[in-house]
C-alpha cells in the first residue's frame, strides 16, 4: 500500500520560510517522479516543483523560481519542498504526488499516489 504523509505546514508571516515534507513508503522509492501541488480555495490545483527521478531534473512554477528548492533523501524516503519568501498568494494546502511514468512533473494529472496535505497560511 503507497502512503504519502506531508508535514511542516504552518502559519507564517510575509517574508518567511517553511520547510514542507512528505514521507513516503510503500513503493520503490527510488524510482518514481515526485512534486508538490497546492491548492487555494476556489482554485485548481497546480503545481509548484517536480523532481524527475530518471535524471534528477527539477522543475518550478514560475510563481515560485528563485524562493522554493524541492529536494529528496532517498535514504529517509522523503521529499521535501524548502519555501523561503513567503508570500500571502503561497496560502493554500499543499500536497506531495508520486508515480513512476511522468511526463510533465508539474501537471496533477500524472500523478496516481497523493498525500493528504498540509495547510500553509501567508500573512500580511
Known amino acids: 500500500q503507497v502512503q504519502l504523509v506531508e508535514s511542516g505546514g504552518g502559519s507564517v508571516q510575509a517574508g518567511g520560510s517553511l520547510r514542507l515534507s512528505c514521507i513516503v513508503s510503500?513503493?520503490?522509492?527510488?524510482?518514481?517522479?515526485m512534486g508538490w501541488f497546492r491548492q487555494a480555495a476556489g482554485k485548481e490545483r497546480e503545481g509548484v516543483a517536480a523532481v524527475d527521478d530518471s535524471d534528477g531534473r527539477k522543475s518550478y512554477a514560475d510563481s515560485v523560481k528563485g524562493r522554493f528548492t524541492i529536494s529528496k533523501d532517498n535514504a529517509k524516503n522523503t521529499l521535501y519542498l524548502q519555501m523561503n519568501s513567503l508570500k500571502p498568494e503561497d496560502t493554500a494546502w499543499y500536497y506531495c504526488?508520486?508515480?513512476?511514468?511522468?511526463?510533465?512533473?508539474?501537471?496533477?494529472?500524472?500523478?496516481?499516489?497523493w498525500g493528504q496535505g498540509t495547510q500553509v497560511t501567508v500573512s500580511s
Open positions: 504526488a508520486a508515480d513512476s511514468v511522468v511526463y510533465d512533473g508539474l501537471s496533477p494529472y500524472e500523478y496516481n499516489y
Open positions: 510503500g513503493l520503490t522509492y527510488g524510482s518514481y517522479s
